[in-house]
């Protein structure tokens, strides 16, 4: 029985000796430590082995950023802690149960080591914000685990490997704001779960592949910034779950799909800066959810749909710099939630809607560089929001209306070019938080009001070009902010 009790107490002592060794995982994340520079040490001053050894999960339990589960890492979040150094000593293979690894907002360099494929467990890489640089390694499509991929904001290069588009779990693919060129691969539409697509601010191009229409679950979808060519796949439309479609400053040519009046969830629509044609789809006014739509600094021409009307979430309208004719539709009056309205440089003509004092919420209006006659509608003076008014280099005539005096958070008022007559309203006056008030070229006569001297914040006053009479006023020198009066 002595023999019996001997051996029990060496298996005891055995046991206990093995549970208290110092994990590879624990060793191998201190190698990794030690070849980081900076900042990074003092963030992890909590990653040291205790005295002897004396518990082999203290990695577990103490070490700042490191989760574990059974004794096992499994998530490491490292963001936006002043990390500098590579990924070259990472301990991709020690790491067999990690399923999370954030290491975002930091200052790491250099590439991305093929080994990081030896995490068959991950489901979530986030490297974004970084210095990365090279190529995304084509073995990273064997990560079929991953569902988060991000990899934006770093110097990352070359074509975006079409091994990614296996990766049948991901939900989330970001790798904008890098230097990717070459074409997107077609078979990204085999992403079926992929939400959010970002691959804005790199240098992509060829076209966007049609097959994007197969990604049902996409939500959101940014390509802007790019040197995308060639038309907007009219099977985008096909995406019923789609908020967000962003292709602006790209080189897209051809018309916009009339399908996308199908994508009854967008809320944001930007295809500006590119080089579209042909009409505005009346579709579009069925987007019932649209909260932000520019197509801005195209070719479009033809007439504003009066199906724009039924846009009531709409914020924000940008159709400047185009070739668009034709009236400005009353019904664009109705759309109360409207904060920004901008459409200057295309063709359009007749009068400026009345119907536009009812856009209470309006902070800017321009519709400079048109072909706009008629006078302007004193219910302009109800836009009690409104801080810039454009209304330049157009045809209006009629007189300055007096309730302009009313707009109170007004700060650049640009009248100038037009074939205005009749007096200055004193009322202008009034606008105390006017910067900027540009009244040149036109045919207006009288006197320069001496409330004028009242525009503490003016820094430009432009009165060329008219047919004012009587002196200066001597109030005018009050105006210490006045960088040109002519």
């Not at 970001?174 to 992403?191: A, T």
């Not at 209006?365 to 003076?381: A, C, F």
């Not at 001496?450 to 009165?463: E, V």
Request: hydrophobic content about 35%; charged content about 10%; overall charge negative.
């Amino acid at each position: 029985m002595v023999c019996g009790h001997v051996l029990l107490l060496f298996s005891y002592v055995n046991v206990n000796s093995t549970s208290t060794s110092p994990s590879k995982d624990a060793h191998a994340l201190l190698n990794w430590k030690d070849s980081l520079h900076g900042e990074a040490t003092s963030a992890l001053s909590s990653w040291v082995l205790p005295p002897s050894h004396a518990n082999s999960s203290h990695h577990c339990r103490d070490w700042f950023g490191i989760s574990c589960k059974a004794g096992k890492v499994v998530d490491i979040n490292l963001s936006n802690i002043s990390l500098a150094g590579t990924l070259q000593s990472f301990p991709f293979s020690n790491l067999p149960n990690l399923n999370r690894l954030d290491l975002s907002s930091n200052s790491l360099y250099g590439a991305i080591p093929v080994q990081i494929t030896e995490l068959s467990e991950l489901h979530y890489i986030d490297f974004g914000a970084n210095n990365l640089s090279g190529e995304i390694p084509s073995e990273m499509g064997q990560l079929t685990s991953l569902q988060r991929l991000d990899f934006a904001q770093n110097h990352l290069s070359g074509s975006i490997p079409s091994s990614l588009c296996d990766l049948r779990n991901l939900n989330y693919l970001s790798l904008f704001s890098n230097q990717f060129s070459g074409p997107i691969p077609s078979e990204i539409g085999n992403l079926k779960s992929l939400a959010k697509l970002s691959l804005s601010k790199n240098h992509l191009s060829g076209s966007i592949p049609s097959s994007f229409g197969s990604l049902q679950n996409l939500t959101i979808l940014y390509l802007y910034e790019n040197e995308l060519s060639g038309s907007i796949p009219s099977e985008i439309g096909n995406l019923e779950f789609l908020a967000e479609l962003i292709l602006h400053t790209n080189h897209l040519s051809g018309s916009i799909p009339s399908s996308f009046g199908s994508l009854q969830n967008l809320t944001a629509l930007h295809l500006g800066e590119n080089k579209l044609y042909g009409s505005i789809p009346s579709e579009i006014g069925n987007l019932k959810s649209l909260a932000k739509l520019s197509l801005s600094k195209n070719h479009l021409s033809g007439s504003i749909p009066f199906s724009f009307g039924s846009l009531q979430n709409i914020t924000i309208l940008y159709l400047y710099e185009n070739e668009l004719s034709g009236s400005i539709p009353s019904e664009i009056g109705n759309l109360k939630s409207l904060t920004e309205l901008i459409l200057y440089t295309n063709h359009l003509s007749g009068s400026i809607p009345s119907s536009f004092g009812s856009l209470q919420n309006l902070t800017i209006l321009h519709l400079g560089e048109n072909e706009l006659s008629g006078s302007i509608p004193s219910e302009i003076g109800n836009l009690k929001s409104l801080a810039k008014l454009s209304l330049s280099k157009n045809h209006l005539s009629g007189s300055i209306p007096s309730s302009f005096g009313s707009l109170q958070n007004l700060t650049i008022l640009y009248l100038n070019e037009n074939e205005l007559f009749g007096s200055i309203p004193s009322e202008i006056g009034n606008l105390k938080s006017l910067a900027e008030l540009s009244l040149g070229s036109n045919h207006l006569s009288g006197s320069i009001p001496s409330s004028f001297g009242s525009l503490q914040n003016l820094t430009i006053l432009y009165l060329y070009d008219n047919e004012l009479s009587g002196s200066i006023p001597s109030e005018i020198g009050n105006l210490e902010s006045l960088g040109t009066s002519t």
